[in-house]
């Protein structure tokens, strides 16, 4: 079977400054990877190259075994199949949660808006959300926010779900709610790409942990190898890093 | 220790300082009324006893001659209006449109953007009256066919030109205030470039520019004074006729009234505004 998503070879440089040297990846349909690395390493990157937010400086990256860094893919077409999270949630601020979550259906898809509004209000309904559909995101917290986040992506029933650090911006006793909702995608089946600093999470929901390291992904497995048994000395550093920051 | 009890009374050292900031206040309100007061006393005087007073009292505040030139001059007033109110429902559809062009960042549309920028220099950077001149003599020279010889609709064109080139600028800059973060959202959702701007972008930099936008509106209400220079039969026209029939200047007294009158209101919508937006951004308000 062929992958869902493959990355080949991928460099993105900033004014000269390599961020990803030649990422391998394959990601086959209802699989979990996560990604892990020290800040700076490059994950967000990466998700904004799959996203197209990026454009890659070399190497390829195929979905569902179509080129979508082929000059001649249309953007628009390819982010309209991936679903994307972003760390401080960006919801729009001028909309209700509502209105967020139904503008892609809509203005993209082309869902009558009653239709739109059902289904939007359906998975509202599914994460808890229901009650806050004619709010504005300012008046909710940060958990709810980023749930919102979550449904809008989820509205367009993408193939691809890319979350970057989804529960970094929020408060502790916040991050649960949200990892929750991300369980349950998983459940669903929902082929997902998260960077996360949250290790024990990681080790529970991915299928396979991707460890990035200056723009290297230096070592790729199962949980349980990642972290009982690190091949490369650097993850095992940085793993002891972690660990010992969250001992403090 | 002190236990805790449900209900609250207020206590001594809570009362005394209420007391005190009442008092506070009463004394504050007692100086700001005298203050007042004392100064329009020792203005008036200052001028009702100035030695050009009586001169002065007659050429600008004569009852007869406001009285005789009032109903021309508000009748002149109405052109104003209709100036104003024409070049603003133009002016706000040209000036999001330059806006917006600015920021297309396909080559193919190059040309345009080019276009867009040169526009915004060369009207920003010619005074309004120049402007109003130019288009004023200079269009109708031209002879051409369909070019229009109306001297109101000349003015029109000429305000909005110049002032189009200004709000472009204030909603481009509004169109910056937009996080890059909330672009990515949209553009991640599928949306194209036109799309984001459509539904995301331009209706929070739209309101962000509110304040500054009427305050151009105030002043583009004191710039249609302009279309007289060409020949329009405004307020500040009809005075001057008026003035000089009367030989007296309170017809201009009369046409600044009713200035200030119009702008006043749009002054305070402002100002509401404004304090609005601030409020919206202050803690607890959101973004
Ligand atoms: N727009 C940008 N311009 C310049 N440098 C950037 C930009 N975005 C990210 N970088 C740099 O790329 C590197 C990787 O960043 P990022 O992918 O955000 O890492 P991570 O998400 O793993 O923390 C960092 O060194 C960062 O400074
Ligand atoms: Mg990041």
Same mark, same amino acid.
């Given at each position: 079977m ?5 990355v @080949? ?8 400054? &390599?961020?990803?040297?030649g ?5 086959? #349909?209802?699989?979990?990877?996560c990604l892990?690395?020290?800040?700076g390493s490059?994950?967000s990157?990466?998700? *904004?190259c799959?996203?197209l937010?990026e454009? #890659? ?5 195929f979905?569902?075994?179509?080129e979508i860094?082929d000059?001649?893919?249309?953007p628009?077409r ?9 760390q401080?949630?960006?919801l729009f ?5 509502? =209105?967020?979550?139904?503008?892609a259906?809509?203005?993209?898809h082309g869902r &009558?808006?009653a ?6 209000? @359906?998975?509202l309904?599914r994460?808890?959300l229901?009650?806050?559909a004619g709010?504005? +995101?300012d *008046?909710l917290s940060g958990?709810?926010?980023q749930?919102?986040?979550i449904v809008? /992506?989820l ?9 970057d =650090?989804?529960?970094? #911006?929020?408060d502790p ?10 369980? @349950?995608?998983? @459940?669903?089946?929902m082929t997902?790409?998260? /960077?996360t600093?949250?290790?024990?999470f990681?080790?529970?929901? /991915?299928d396979?942990v991707c460890?990035?390291d200056?723009?290297?992904l230096?070592?790729?497995?199962t +949980? =349980?190898?990642?972290?009982?048994d690190?091949r490369?000395?650097?993850t095992? =550093?940085?793993?002891? *890093?972690?660990l010992?920051a969250r001992?403090? | 220790m002190s236990?805790t009890?449900a209900v609250w009374e !207020?206590?001594?050292r809570?009362?005394e300082?209420e007391?005190l900031r ?5 004394r504050?309100?007692?100086?700001a009324?005298?203050s007042?007061v004392v100064?329009v006393v020792?203005?008036?005087w200052a001028i009702?006893?100035?030695?050009g007073?009586?001169?002065? !009292?007659?050429t600008f505040?004569s009852?007869e001659?406001?009285?005789?030139s009032?109903p ?8 104003n209006?209709q ?5 603003e429902?133009l002016i706000?559809?040209?000036g999001?449109?330059v806006?917006v ?12 953007r080019a ?5 915004t220099?060369?009207?920003r950077?010619t005074? %309004? ?6 288009i004023?003599?200079?269009?109708p020279?031209?002879?051409?066919k369909?070019?229009p010889?109306?001297?109101m609709?000349?003015a029109v ?7 189009g ?5 204030v909603?481009r800059?509004g169109?910056d205030?937009?996080h ?7 553009r991640?959702l599928?949306?194209?470039h036109?799309?984001t ?7 929070q930099?739209?309101r $962000? ?9 105030v ?13 329009v039969?405004e307020a500040? $026209?009809?005075a001057q006729?008026?003035a000089?029939?009367?030989?007296n200047?309170t017809p201009y007294l ?5 200035f200030?009158?119009?702008t ?5 919508? %402002?100002?509401y505004?404004?304090? $609005?937006?601030?409020?919206r $951004?202050?803690p607890?308000g959101?973004?």
């Open positions: 062929s992958p869902l998503l493959r @080949e070879g991928l460099w993105k440089l900033y004014h000269g400054n &390599p961020v990803l040297r990422i391998d990846l394959d990601v086959n #349909a209802h699989e979990v990877v892990i690395g020290a800040s490059g994950k990157t990466l998700l *904004r799959v996203n937010l454009t #890659a400086d070399d190497g390829a990256i979905l569902e075994g179509e860094t000059v001649r893919a249309d628009d390819v982010r309209r199949g991936i679903g994307m999270v972003f401080a949630y960006n601020p001028h909309m209700t949660v509502l =209105e967020n979550v139904t503008l259906p809509v203005r993209v &009558p808006r239709e739109a509004a059902e289904l939007g209000r @359906e998975l309904a994460f808890g229901l009650d806050k709010e504005y +995101p *008046r958990g709810q926010q749930r919102v986040a809008r /992506a509205a367009v029933r993408p193939r691809l779900m890319l979350l =650090e989804v529960t970094s #911006a929020l006793e916040l991050v649960l709610e949200v990892l929750g909702v991300i369980r @349950e995608l998983k @459940e669903s089946g997902m790409i998260l /960077a600093h949250e290790m024990g990681a080790r529970d929901i /991915a396979t460890f990035l200056g723009g290297v230096l070592e790729k497995g +949980p =349980e190898q990642i972290f009982t690190p490369e000395p650097r095992r =550093e940085f793993l002891r *890093r972690v010992d001992r403090l | 236990t009890t !207020k206590s001594e809570q009362r300082r007391r009442r008092r506070a206040a009463v504050s309100g007692s100086i009324t005298v007042t100064f020792i203005a008036a009702v006893n100035s030695p007073w009586p001169r002065v !009292k007659e505040f009852g001659a406001f009285a005789m009032f021309e001059v508000l009748a002149g007033f109405w052109k209006v100036i104003f109110v024409i070049a429902l706000l559809p040209l999001l449109l806006a062009v600015r920021g297309l960042k396909t080559p193919v549309f190059f040309p345009l276009l867009a920028v040169a526009y220099d060369i009207f950077g005074p %309004t009256l120049l402007v109003v001149y130019l004023g003599f200079g269009l020279a031209l002879n051409l369909g070019v010889s109306d001297p609709v000349l064109i000429a305000l909005t030109l110049s002032y080139a200004y709000v472009a600028e909603f800059a169109i205030t937009v890059p973060s909330q672009r990515a959202a949209a991640s599928g949306l194209g036109l799309q701007m459509r539904f995301v972008v331009l209706p930099a739209v $962000r520019v509110a304040p500054p936008l009427l305050n151009d509106f002043s583009l209400q004191k710039d249609t004074a302009m279309a007289s220079v060409i020949g039969i500040l $026209r009809q006729i008026d000089g029939k009367m030989f200047y009369v046409a600044a009234l009713l200030v009158a119009l006043v209101p749009m002054a305070r919508l %402002t100002d505004l404004a304090a $609005r937006a601030t409020r $951004r202050g607890g959101g973004v």
